[in-house]
């Protein structure tokens, strides 16, 4: 859908008899990228009136990637969210948004004259023509230069907007031209944006059991061109006709060519989240050393995935929640012998501490911390509906916990003993006094340092915590990468990693807390599983 209009290049030859083909997936990629950007108009426009939904709002755009970065797109929206709130940007966006459905318009008509005709050489097409052709038939262009036009008057320079796919084989893999974190570049902002709410609309969640349950999330991209072709059938452009009125299933996307699509989304994405990491370090003043050390050990997979470990993606995050004040939210999923609870903290930076935890800026920044660096207050599911607190963005970190392993969490989650229990629980009165006195700072790199560092294996078959600890030692010296190794031994012991007697976290992404709280009233309402954060049918 989008790719074939935010990346394709525009002077790829089209065969005239492909040209319904071309317009009718012009079209679903218009309709994706007008709900993109309207979802996230209303986000910088209008949050308050999302407080009483419990469907998703920020994460909506909680992409899935494959590259176990989901903390770092979070602090990206909560960046592009606190860049857009001027009046500036609000107005790029209603102006994209309006430039979008005129095209969309064009590219109707234009399909209505297709499907009328045998010969769409009645209709002034040679036998060859270019991509950019139908683009300017269509009447994408004007979109097109909208974005290159606002580029230049926010930035006030050059954009590089011609970030294209290679001709090469397996091209939907390979993106050809740097990808660059700027949000004053348009270009680029649409393509995040667009991206990341389909990868986000085709989530689906499976969850394993046997002797080795577990749970995996997969991308399931008819789910999403399923959507977008609702939208347009309801839409009030078509004069009451629907998609299949106009044009041949023939003429449809094949599912072969939604995936390498979604393949192509997931690699532009993945290589975005790791400019954004490296432009993030430079604006929390990190030191040099540190800058070098998460920027240069990135691994690119076989399907072009690129990402930095999972250790080393943490510290610039850990360092932007204690500099940048970010609020965080953990809601812990956890079983007793009854069912599950979901347990809230609310946890905030302790400004009494500040001058403690400017040490992170330099080589310091791999640490444990202490126990005071953030405030952690236990709050009630009404109260994260209702505070006042509720209504704006939070790093929302779900965790599941139970007295035993992972093994048994998912055991239990795969298992019928997988409900509510609302009534008393002694198990839960003592666990939340329990959570209430830990050191934040030292489970999140216990938890981090334990963790797989790459979700793929490295070339030469190289074990990932053994590189990340030669790193840590070349950049910032043996005292970091001790820490590094004791914290990855202690981790399972201290009630993390594979350990689950504390919590071990998730998943990671922005939301509003109020979305969240309604979300899990409803989840245990409806007696359903714990699984925040995740679709599950």
Known sequence: MATVLLLAETTKQIRRKDIVRIVLRCLYGIQAIELALSAFSSIITDPSSMVLSDSDVIAQFDSHVGDCACHLRAGMLYDLIDQFRVLERKEFLEGAIQSLMCTKRTTIAALQRLSVTDNVANLGFSSILTLEQIFSYIGFQRFASYLSSTSQKLDGSDVDSSATLSSQRHSHRLISSPVHWNP???????????????????????????????????????????????????????????????????????????????????????????????????????????????????????????????????????????????????????????????????????????????????????????????????????????????GHPHFIMVAVSIDGDLKDFYGRLASEMNKPHTGPCSDIAEYVDFIGRINFSELLIQFFAYHPQWPFTLPNQRDGHEYVAEALGVHLGSKARDLFETARCNAYENGTGDSARVYSFQHIYLELPAVVGRQVKRMMNQREKPLLGFKYD
């Open 184 to 390: 004053d570049d348009s270009w680029n902002v649409v393509r995040f944006l667009t991206f990341s709410y389909l990868l986000s609309s085709m989530k689906q969640t499976i969850i394993k059991s046997g002797p080795q349950p577990g749970m995996m999330v997969r991308a399931e991209p008819l789910i999403s061109y399923a959507a977008v072709e609702i939208a347009l059938d309801a839409s009030d452009l078509l004069a009451g006709n629907t998609l299949a009125s106009l044009v041949s299933s023939d003429n449809k996307a094949k599912k072969s060519t939604l995936l390498n699509e979604c393949e192509t989304m997931q690699v532009f994405v993945s290589k975005l989240t790791v400019e954004w990491i490296k432009n993030s370090q430079t604006a929390i003043g990190l030191s040099e050393a540190t800058r070098r050390l998460c920027s240069n050990y990135t691994v690119i997979n076989s399907r072009q995935i690129e990402c930095v470990s999972s250790f080393l993606s943490i510290l610039p995050i850990h360092a932007a929640w204690l500099m940048k004040g970010m609020p965080i939210l953990i809601a812990v999923e956890r079983f007793c012998s009854h069912g599950y609870h979901v347990v809230f903290q609310r946890v905030t930076r302790n400004f009494n501490a500040r001058e403690e935890f400017t040490s992170v800026q330099g080589n310091e920044i791999v640490t444990t911390g202490s126990v005071d660096w953030f405030n952690i207050t236990p709050v009630s599911t009404e109260e994260v509906v209702t505070s006042t607190w509720a």
